[in-house]
């Protein structure tokens, strides 16, 4: 990885890849050249372009690679778990046996559009463009748009009064809240919430505890994903790649051909997604009728003090309805009947939780 010495201009913010073939005149040089990744000398080397909030040493510092236990620069392990992947993926084209491997796609550019920081010390969002294709013209590429954003994690929490028994009166403790990019300012769904550093932190768990009063150790929680992918059929293709034990609500979309150009740029609107993965977990747990009546208390109570999360209780059987507008609620759901008709789902615990009751007294 070597640097331009016109690295950080902001004039870099204007490049595109609209236009076929080599870089035009009036465009700026790349900010920096990937030569090596993860210790491995690439195949080609690859111009990379820069944003004016991302210097040439904040790239370096986000992919380059961690020491054991080592957390990721700026909390953002999102671009350098994309390229990873994306070279594993493209490395495994040189097998004879590869599909691709006699007209093979390379990775000839990356382009960062945007960088998003929380703060200082932490990236939140990143817009790339990169080009990949297999052939000598524009007609042969993937499309390469991709809103990087790293790892979240979806909690389906089901709960059930502790003199229930089988099925009777399960219910799945909701979230209600603001969704600008659809629209809603009462968007109904399973707890989730983003990755810290790539590891799980409670970050889902958090908003149930706050609200619902039930403090969820992740000893306590399935793996949904992981068990349901433990003995999904893998073919030569899929088997070389790396990808995440997860569930990935927006990998990408077919590319069209426009009827006015047949080679849609790499900025097309038809192309790009975003990386997100989201592993679904679930928990049961059982509660005093006392607690349940609480719950249900709380979230009218929230509802009316106007609180920007409110909480709802909703029976499970009706789960598919009330949550059919969230991916991560019905992927959540289809793979907990689905595992629990195979016998891999085990019976709710008889402990029931702590009452928030005797635990606010207890405070006193």
């Keep these: 990885?070597?640097?331009?010495?016109?690295?950080?201009?902001?004039?870099?913010?204007?490049?595109?890849?609209?236009?076929?073939?080599?870089a035009s005149s009036n465009e700026p040089p790349p900010a920096l050249y990937l030569d090596t990744f993860d210790g491995q000398k690439l195949e080609h080397s690859v111009p990379v372009y820069l944003p004016w909030n991302l210097s040439v040493q904040e790239f370096q510092a986000i992919t380059r690679?961690?020491?054991?236990?080592?957390?990721?620069?700026f909390k953002f392990p999102a671009l350098r778990n994309w390229l990873l992947k994306l070279f594993k993926t493209l490395n495994a084209q040189q097998d004879e046996a590869h599909v691709h491997h006699k007209c093979r796609y390379h990775f000839l550019a990356l382009k960062v559009e945007a960088a998003e920081w929380f703060s200082k010390d932490r990236l939140g969002f990143m817009k790339i463009q990169s080009r990949i294709r297999n052939g000598p013209d524009d007609d042969n590429w993937i499309p390469g748009a991709v809103f990087l954003r790293g790892g979240s994690v979806a909690i389906l929490p089901i709960v059930q009064p502790a003199d229930a028994s089988g099925e009777e009166e399960k219910q799945v403790i909701m979230t209600v809240q603001p969704r600008i990019a659809a629209?809603?300012?009462?968007?109904?769904?399973?707890p989730a919430g983003m990755l810290d550093?790539?590891?799980?932190?409670?970050t889902a768990a958090k908003e149930l505890k706050e609200e619902a009063h039930l403090d969820i150790q992740e000893s306590e929680l399935l793996d949904?994903?992981?068990?349901?992918?433990?003995?999904?059929?893998?073919?030569?293709?899929?088997?070389?790649?790396?990808?995440?034990?997860a569930m990935y609500p927006s990998p990408g979309k077919r590319r069209r051909k426009s009827s006015v150009n047949p080679i849609l740029p790499l900025t097309s609107h038809f192309t790009g997604a975003c990386d997100e993965f989201i592993k679904l977990y679930l928990y049961q747990k059982r509660l005093t009728r006392r607690h349940i009546e609480w719950l249900q208390g709380r979230a009218a109570g929230l509802e009316h003090e106007g609180e920007t999360i409110?909480?709802?209780?909703?029976p499970l059987k009706s789960l598919w309805r009330e949550g059919a507008r969230d991916g991560k609620t019905l992927s959540a759901l289809a793979l907990y009947e689905n595992l629990k008709r195979e016998g891999k789902i085990p019976e709710i615990p008889d402990e029931p939780a702590e009452e928030p009751i005797k635990r606010e007294r207890a405070a006193y």
């Design 65 to 73: 690679p961690l020491q054991h236990g080592e957390k990721a620069p």
């Design 224 to 245: 949904l994903s992981e068990l349901a992918l433990a003995d999904a059929p893998v073919d030569h293709l899929s088997e070389p790649e790396s990808l995440e034990m």
């Design 197 to 202: 550093d790539g590891e799980f932190k409670g």
């Design 310 to 314: 409110k909480l709802k209780l909703v």
């Design 1 to 22: 990885m070597h640097s331009n010495k016109r690295a950080n201009s902001m004039e870099n913010t204007h490049i595109g890849f609209e236009k076929p073939g080599p």
């Design 183 to 190: 629209g809603s300012l009462a968007f109904p769904e399973i």
